[in-house]
């Protein structure tokens, strides 16, 4: 019911690129968020989702974040975490595309999950470093394994709680970091808190179900005001967060 309430509100208080004024942003919202082409990548991945949900594998779920609101089961059909958890088809070709549009070299993923996500950044970009991390062994394993066939390189699977992982990591900056785990408001601001002193000028962060819940919606506002942080574009499912100095302030919500 939140998430029903939160986003009838989102329709009537969110624009498309005409009621964007900065060039920067407008820039983002028409060449990259309302891109049209049909990329050769999106094909790569529908066939990746397909082989997903038709796999026959069970995996025995550590959850540590929040978990998912409509599977309760340890153990998990791969094919229904496919249809129900993964990121979804609009969200994937978007994190192809955003990876593609800004070049991102070094990326930073919280949340592996099946890999939907970290194989679209993988496609924008073959000389990509992407480091990815799951809380679930066998998810971690499974996914790995998966990626690996599809010759996925420069990539680096980690197992582990991202509190205890994320002061571990050898990058002194990312381009980019996708938050896509462990759906609650104090975790959100501790991981968004404590890989600020990664970011640069130009990097990116993109939230992930920034309405799942009030909380995550809280989390989601106090990231926005944070000093640090300059623009913002909310298109409901995903957040963007930009740290470019040169920009004013502002706050865009796009209908994608």
Sequence with gaps: MYQLVAYIKFLFTSTNQHGVHSPFVYNFVTKCLYDKTNHDAYKKLRNYRKSLQNSKIFLQITELGEGSKKLNKQQRKVSE????????????KLLYRVSKYFKFNSILELGTSLGLGTYALALAN??????????????????KSRLT?????????LNGEFKNLIP??????????????HHNKSATIKYFESLLPKTHNETVFVFDDIYWSRGMTEAWEFIKAHQSVTVSVDCFHLGFIFFRKEQAKEHFKIRV
């Design 81 to 92: 975490m496919a249809s129900i958890s993964s990121s979804s088809v609009k969200n994937t």
């Design 126 to 143: 073959k000389n990509s470093k992407i480091t990815t991390i799951e809380g679930c062994p066998n998810t971690s394993n499974f996914t």
């Design 149 to 157: 066939e599809l010759k996925v390189n420069d990539t680096t699977f």
């Design 168 to 181: 571990t990591l050898k990058e002194k900056k990312f381009d980019f970091i996708f938050f896509d785990g």
